[in-house]
């Protein structure tokens, strides 16, 4: 039975908590990440792929035969935060192994996707990639309805994005959603200490 800490005991962990530097922080929230505990080799898995950044393992509640998971060794909440080298080689890496899983699971498509943050299904907060092979009739459900979008609030969207993403590359900044997604990696932290 998991014991309730008391509102002095929330209130000292809150203030040790702000107080810790972003390298204390960092490791505080590595030793309390399932993925980081599998990458360090701390928790088995069922490795299919691994090089000194990499790694990819069989998921253990497979959506489907062959569900494999991509992930960085390095801890990156979300997919923002992981450098643009580093990135490229993981979908590079995640490509690659999903046309292995065409060939040995006899996969008639694939699905290939991230949740990125709570709100999108994140259930971990550690970036990592799905591959689920797909067969005709398999009742995994990744689906939506399509829905119209009005024609004035696309061009505006258009807008907007273009010039977020011009700005990008002018000046290389991070998105303020990464602010937000490491105010929730703080948070998840915070929930799991005893």
């Given amino acids: ?32 990440c399932l993925f980081c505990q599998i ?23 497979p959506a489907s035969k062959g569900h494999t998971l991509v992930l960085p060794k390095e801890h990156y909440q979300i997919l923002a935060q992981i450098p643009d080298d580093l990135a490229s080689k993981l979908f590079n890496v995640t490509n690659k192994l999903a046309v292995i899983l065409f060939d040995v699971v006899k996969a008639e498509g694939t699905n290939i996707f991230i949740a ?4 999108a299904g994140q259930k971990s907060p550690h970036t990592v990639i799905h ?12 689906a939506w309805e399509p829905k119209k979008g009005d024609e004035k609030g696309l061009d505006e969207l258009q807008e907007l994005i273009k010039d977020k993403t011009i700005q990008l590359y002018v ?14 990696e703080e948070e998840y932290v ?5």
């Fill in 39 to 61: 990458s360090s080799g701390k928790v088995e898995s069922r490795k299919v792929y691994e090089d000194d950044e990499l790694l990819a393992i069989l998921d253990i509640n």
């Fill in 171 to 184: 000046k290389k900044e991070q998105p303020k959603v990464v602010e937000k997604q490491i105010a929730e």
């Fill in 131 to 142: 591959i689920i092979p797909r067969y005709e009739g398999d009742g995994v459900g990744l």
């Fill in 1 to 32: 039975m998991k014991k309730e800490l008391d509102p002095k005991q929330v209130k000292a962990i809150q203030e040790k908590l702000k107080n810790m530097s972003p390298d204390e922080l960092k490791k505080l929230v590595k030793q309390q």
């Fill in 116 to 119: 990125n943050g709570q709100v």
């Fill in 190 to 194: 915070e929930e799991r200490l005893p």
